[in-house]
């Protein structure tokens, strides 16, 4: 039958579906549960265990991203749908992005500056890849891990999140359901902490919103690289900063009297007073201890160099120890 004698609302079906990647399948509610509870099982570990967790940011990341590459390609594959890649040469999506992407920055500024005036008390530390950033400024996996997360990291979210879980939503309820449902999913799922998921869920539903305007997965997609691309780019910048600043060498999670050591870095400056793991520190020089947080807080205000004397429990036995500050820099030097 050719096209001019398809019924009306069939060739409108037809344009609808020209951005969609697996324009023949219809996704079932059991590919999402099975896609959703390993990244759910991640995200939820991280935002449990944030300090634990911090180290294995990039490759739990990688890990992810490659899930939600090859999930929804291998139930196509398995149903016999066939994979349609969207034209990522448009240059009209391309064009279109860029000043749509500034729109978006600009609620998102709006979104931040509310939840902050809201609740100024919320952990403003959103960007888990920093620390790990500062320790591997010379590994050229780093590198790898930060093209990966411009391209093949964006590309992987939109076939899982609007390519799938996006068009399962709009089988069963209606548009608006399905973006604000679709993006606090995406929110919630980045459990860096709760700003981070605020964000996130604007972003989520400003990309769904943006395939559902342009009827082509090529839109988001160009939205979320540009946005990782900005994203990573600060992350190096801050990175570069904190390499040569102090380092105590120590990683923690609050306890009741202090922050108790999870990790200690070796050649760090923490290892070389005799820092262990399962120490508590009280105090670092003047400043009372209550929780990492606040022991990163207390090390930005010295030099690289200054001896500081640190307060900490062992076995409930308050000790103490002068620390000389290094910066990573000097650990990797070492």
Not at 11 to 33: M, N, Q, Y
Not at 82 to 103: C, D, G, H, N, Q
Not at 123 to 134: G, S, Y
Request: glycine fraction near 8%.
């Amino acid at each position: 039958m050719s096209e001019e004698a398809l019924p009306a609302d069939a060739i409108l079906s037809r344009a609808d579906d020209r951005g969609e990647v697996f324009p023949e399948l219809d996704w079932r509610w059991e590919d999402v549960v099975a896609g959703l509870l390993p990244i759910l099982a991640v995200r939820i570990s991280v935002g449990m265990y944030p300090e634990k967790l911090q180290p294995l940011a990039i490759p739990l990341t990688v890990i992810v991203t490659a899930w939600m590459w090859f999930f929804p390609v291998g139930i196509a594959r398995l149903r016999g749908a066939k994979l349609r890649l969207p034209p990522l040469a448009s240059a009209i999506e391309v064009a279109i992005a860029i000043p749509t992407t500034m729109m978006i920055w600009t609620g998102l500024g709006i979104v931040l500056g509310i939840t902050l005036y809201l609740f100024p008390n919320i952990n403003q530390n959103t960007n888990p890849f920093v620390e790990p950033a500062a320790r591997n400024l010379g590994n050229p996996l780093f590198w790898l891990f930060m093209l990966t997360a411009c391209t093949a990291g964006p590309l992987g979210e939109e076939l899982f999140f609007r390519g799938m879980i996006y068009r399962w939503l709009k089988q069963h309820v209606d548009i608006k359901s399905a973006i604000l449902l679709q993006g606090l999913l995406f929110g919630f799922v980045h459990t860096y902490g709760v700003l981070h998921s605020i964000l996130a869920s604007f972003l989520g539903i400003a990309f769904a919103t943006a395939y559902e305007w342009r009827k082509t997965l090529v839109m988001p997609i160009c939205l979320h690289v540009l946005q990782n691309t900005v994203a990573m780019t600060a992350t190096v910048a801050m990175a570069l900063i904190l390499s040569t600043g102090p380092f105590l060498g120590v990683w923690g999670e609050a306890q009741q009297h202090g922050c108790q050591i999870t990790r200690v870095e070796p050649g760090g400056s923490a290892a070389d007073a005799g820092i262990q793991v399962g120490d508590i520190v009280a105090e670092f020089g003047s400043e009372p201890i209550t929780d990492f947080d606040s022991l990163k807080g207390a090390i930005h205000k010295y030099r690289v160099g200054d001896r500081v004397n640190v307060r900490y429990f062992r076995s409930d036995k308050m000790q103490q120890v002068d620390v000389k500050l290094k910066s990573r820099n000097q650990i990797v030097e070492d």
